[in-house]
């Protein structure tokens, strides 16, 4: 898994698949490298405990799913791209997205800068992408790219290169941006998903950005680290360190560098760089479970024999098509 079943025993925040966040991609549009492509995915097709395909309603009306995006790398977000989403009627959904940068971006209930509304989400195969002036942007049913060989991992590390992800999907929102939006050439990015808490505020019932870590490392503490900040993350060093003492074997003073390397949870992109996990941005095809299996094994387990997909698109929003009729 990546950020898939991030819940309590591998299920998902708060009971609800629709608030799974999945995984988080951002590279250089192939052809324009003056426009870069992020893709934050959502909502598994499948659940594994207990195991059953989940709703057919891609997004929660009730969330707010945003992009967050650090400028000036403190950790601390200057840009936030809000997809919020209608009620899901008649098999029909469509999707509503502001842009928040500067003051906006430190309240929940600032609105921001309206880029487009009433956009369709897609159920099926065909691709329904909204042209926004220098944005484009798609949301629906995809499938799903990660890629890994969930049972293996689950066994002790026993894999036999069955790809459990092959024929999953996942819902995806996909943005295509113009490189001078951002205002930097350094960006770090994550994912978080707001919900309505029980005295009608925003309360944060997901985040992430890098693959893996976030279901595997944390184990205590895991719902403070889903409804924590980046900025923040130094406070769970020591349960990473703990972690990987045990995974991987290594001492105490070592296990605590490897942790620093992987927090805070930030997915770093260099705009003016080809993206390859994990060194900068990340792309559909790179191996990034592969990745984390070296650093938790300390380069015993070098990976788990599965490769990228091979119903990728040419072009944007490059995930390909459902594998589920919807």
Not at 5 to 19: E, I, K, V, W
Not at 65 to 73: N, R
Not at 241 to 255: C, D, Q, S, V, W
Request: glycine letters at 10%; a negative charge.
């Amino acid at each position: 898994m990546s950020h898939h079943y991030s819940g309590p025993d591998f299920g998902f925040p708060r009971g609800d698949a629709r608030l799974d966040f999945t995984d988080l991609y951002a590279f250089p549009k192939p052809g324009d490298s003056g426009k870069s492509i992020l893709i934050m995915n959502v909502h598994p097709s499948a659940a594994d405990n207990p195991p059953g395909p989940t709703n057919l309603e891609p997004f929660a009306p009730e969330a707010r799913y945003e992009l967050k995006i650090d400028t000036d790398g403190d950790a601390v977000a200057n840009i936030v791209y809000r997809m919020t989403f209608s009620s899901f009627q008649r098999g029909e959904q469509t999707a509503t997205a502001h842009r928040l940068e500067g003051r906006q971006v430190s309240g929940n209930g600032e609105l921001g800068h309206l880029i487009l509304e009433r956009a369709p989400v897609s159920m099926g195969p065909g691709t329904l992408v909204t042209e926004a002036g220098d944005h484009r942007f798609f949301a629906g049913w995809r499938s799903d790219p990660f890629f890994c060989d969930v049972e293996g991992a689950k066994n002790g590390l026993q894999f036999t290169g069955a790809d459990f992800f092959g024929d999953k999907d996942v819902c995806s929102i996909a943005l295509e941006v113009p490189n001078a939006a951002f205002g930097s050439k350094r960006i770090q990015l994550w994912v978080r998903i707001l919900v309505t808490g029980a005295d009608g505020g925003w309360v944060q019932a997901e985040r992430g950005a890098r693959p893996a870590q976030a279901v595997i490392l944390v184990n205590e503490e895991r719902d403070s680290y889903l409804t924590g900040e980046p900025a923040d993350d130094e406070r769970f060093i020591p349960y990473f360190a703990h972690a990987l003492e045990h995974t991987g074997g290594y001492a105490p003073l070592e296990a605590k560098q490897v942790a620093q390397t992987l927090l805070p949870d930030l997915l770093t992109y260099d705009l003016t760089r080809p993206a390859a996990f994990p060194d900068n941005g990340r792309t559909l095809t790179d191996d990034a479970f592969d990745s984390f299996m070296r650093v938790m094994t300390n380069d015993r387990v070098k990976g788990d024999g599965v490769g990228p997909h091979h119903d990728l698109l040419a072009e944007f929003p490059y995930v390909g098509p459902p594998h589920r009729a919807v």
